[in-house]
């Protein structure tokens, strides 16, 4: 009977498939392994694909062509009228001039303006143009859903076009300094310094992040609304608002705190503050100081001064450093309103939902 049992129970072992189960087992441990990896990973080739895609329907697009043609006729027209003003022999004779360079992208002959007016000016309209129809002009041919529909994060759709805009943005800004300073070596035929050329850099990315700006500002109105043509009236009203309209309301504010001429020092100095600080919410207003301090190395206060702090100053031109320094106030206000907008942008385009047509 004890043999019997005892074959048995080695029959139902032996029936087990004991090096079967661990091979499955194996699999299982594997497929877990590959699926939380897979749930880690960034899928980085739809990413690139989209943003490859996004700087191709910009470069097409008739808009770019358009603006990137105004911008770039209006600095040339700029940057001839100021070598036609006898800046040449200026820059041979003058020994005092020496920042040549920087004057053909600060001075111009009184014909049209100078080289960063027209970037400050047409710069806010050219990253409206990029960024109104990012989102709302999918989602209503309905490719928007679509795109949901793969396997990708839906805030990569964001991302991407985004640094598209910037690729597009830094590419066109660098074409126009690198053009301007060839066609000023070729007229002139002498090279730019050292300090020159890092001056002309570090504008050129102060000024990318200014419509970077605009950008993300018009990218948050395409996230905000459905029509295209309203996200774009309400970037262009902004635009005006902040051009026009805000300084108007400035000069009224200050108006009242206008001080006689017999008024105190206090009194002046709390009025010039007053103005000076009423102006550093405006993103153009932050754009121009720091294109003075960049452009112009003897600049040494962007605020008011007083008899006090003027006492003992050398009137020199001041380092690189100095002058990043000196604006920097200015450089974090405009970084964090661009950081600001593409925040608002990337919460409510995260929570909105997004439904296909029919």
Same mark, same amino acid.
């Given at each position: ?19 079967? +189960?661990?091979?499955?087992? +194996? ?11 897979? /749930? ?7 990413? /690139? ?9 910009h470069i097409?697009?008739? +808009? ?53 007016? &027209?970037?400050? &000016? ?55 300094t690198f ?17 020159? &050329? ?14 970077? &700006? ?51 020092? /206090? ?86 939902e997004i439904?296909?047509?029919?």
């Amino acid at each position: 009977m004890k043999n019997n049992i005892i074959t048995t129970g080695v029959s139902k072992i032996t029936a087990i498939d004991i090096p079967g +189960r661990i091979s499955k087992l +194996r699999t299982l441990i594997a497929m877990d392994k590959s699926i939380g990896e897979n /749930k880690s990973s960034f899928p980085w080739e739809p990413f /690139k694909a989209m943003v490859q895609k996004e700087i191709t329907d910009h470069i097409r697009n008739w +808009r770019f062509i358009i603006l990137f043609a105004i911008i770039s006729l209006a600095c040339m027209g700029t940057l001839f009228s100021t070598l036609n003003d006898g800046m040449k022999t200026l820059a041979a004779d003058n020994a005092e001039n020496s920042f040549f360079f920087l004057n053909l992208f600060t001075k111009s002959d009184g014909t049209l303006p100078s080289y960063f007016v &027209f970037v400050g &000016f047409l710069g806010p309209l050219f990253g409206i143009s990029l960024g109104f129809d990012a989102i709302s002009s999918e989602q209503n041919k309905g490719t928007l859903s679509r795109v949901l529909a793969q396997p990708i994060p839906r805030d990569s759709i964001l991302n991407a076009k985004f640094l598209a805009g910037i690729i597009v943005i830094s590419v066109m800004l660098f074409s126009l300094t690198f053009l301007v300073l060839g066609t000023g070596l070729i007229a002139v035929g002498i090279p730019p310094s050292a300090e020159e &050329f890092m001056r002309i850099m570090v504008y050129t990315f102060f000024s990318i992040i200014y419509v970077s &700006f605009w950008l993300n500002l018009s990218i948050l109105f395409s996230v905000r609304f459905r029509q295209p043509a309203t996200s774009a009236l309400s970037g262009i009203a902004v635009w005006l608002f902040f051009t026009i309209f805000y300084p108007l309301i400035v000069n009224m504010i200050v108006k009242g705190y206008e001080p006689t001429k017999y008024a105190s020092p /206090k009194a002046i100095h709390f009025y010039e503050n007053l103005k000076f600080y009423l102006v550093q919410i405006i993103p153009n207003e932050l754009f121009d100081e720091i294109t003075s301090a960049i452009l112009m190395p003897s600049v040494r206060s962007l605020g008011p001064l007083t008899m006090e702090q003027l006492q003992g100053a050398i009137p020199t031109s001041l380092p690189l450093g100095q002058s990043i320094l000196l604006v920097w106030p200015q450089f974090t206000g405009l970084l964090a309103l661009t950081l600001l907008c593409f925040l608002f942008s990337y919460l409510v385009f995260m929570k909105r939902e997004i439904r296909s047509r029919g």
